[in-house]
Structures are given as structure tokens and as C-alpha cells.
């Protein structure tokens, strides 16, 4: 078994979770908070058998997009990004999706 720990845009979330359901697939989903642009993103954790893995990673592919986002600069009262790339607005891509695949040791429903 694994677990797949997708963060995703929070765009993309319904979609995704709508997908998952669909396939009779399990989700849960976290509400996190991205360490760069420090705004709200999902999490997404999918336990899912090994042999069903591939089907997790293809929806996963197909509903989440790119985006295009701009990051402001750290105002006089702080926020944003970073200083050191707060000096002038940059453009960044983000998602579709960041994905880790865990080996699951064991798994039990009580
Ligand atoms: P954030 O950390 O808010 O990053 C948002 C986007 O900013 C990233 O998109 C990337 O395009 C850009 N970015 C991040 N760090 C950067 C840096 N040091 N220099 C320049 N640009 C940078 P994604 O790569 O698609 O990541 C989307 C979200 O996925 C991240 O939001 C973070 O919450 C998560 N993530 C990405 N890589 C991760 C990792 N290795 N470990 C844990 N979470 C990760």
C-alpha cells in the first residue's frame, strides 16, 4: 500500500476530490499553507493500494493546472515572500501538483 501526499491548489481541490470519490478511491484533505507564497493550498493524502497507484497519479495529472501567480514584494509592515526575493514582483508557476509516495508500513480500519 501507499500513500500519496499531493499539495495542490486549492483551486483544484473539488475537481480532484470529485475524481478520487468517483473511482471509489479514499481522500482526506488538509488545509496547508505554502512556505513561499504563504498562502492557502491543499493537501490532499490518498491511501491506495500499489496496484492502484498509477490510476491515483493519472487523475491527479488531469485535474490539477498550472498557474501563473505573481508574487508581491514584502511590504514596509513585512508579509509576502521572502526578502531576499522581495525586492520586485516575480512571476512563478505553480502546481499542477507536488507529489510524495510513501511506502505504507501498515494500515488498519477500526
Ligand atoms: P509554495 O511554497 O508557496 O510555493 C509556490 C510556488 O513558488 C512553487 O510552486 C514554485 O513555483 C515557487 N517557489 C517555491 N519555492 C521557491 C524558491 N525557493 N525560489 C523560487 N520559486 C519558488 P510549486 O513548486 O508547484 O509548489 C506548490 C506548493 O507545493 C508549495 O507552495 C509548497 O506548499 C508545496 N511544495 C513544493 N515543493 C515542496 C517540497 N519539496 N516539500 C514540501 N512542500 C512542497
Known amino acids: 500500500m501507499k500513500l500519496v501526499v499531493a499539495v495542490i491548489q486549492d ?30 493550498n491543499t493537501t490532499l493524502l490518498v491511501g491506495v493500494d500499489d496496484a492502484k497507484l498509477n490510476e491515483v497519479l493519472k487523475i491527479i495529472k488531469e485535474t490539477c ?24 514582483p516575480i512571476e512563478v508557476v505553480v502546481g499542477g501538483a507536488t507529489v510524495f509516495i510513501l511506502n505504507v508500513e501498515r494500515f488498519e480500519r477500526m
Open 65 to 88: 493546472q498550472t498557474r501563473q501567480q505573481m508574487v508581491a514584494p514584502m511590504g514596509p509592515m513585512g508579509g509576502g515572500a521572502p526578502d531576499s526575493f522581495a525586492a520586485y
Open 11 to 40: 483551486k483544484d481541490t473539488p475537481k480532484l476530490v470529485e475524481a478520487l470519490v468517483a473511482k471509489g478511491l479514499r481522500a482526506t484533505k488538509l488545509a496547508s499553507t505554502g512556505g513561499f507564497l504563504r498562502q492557502g
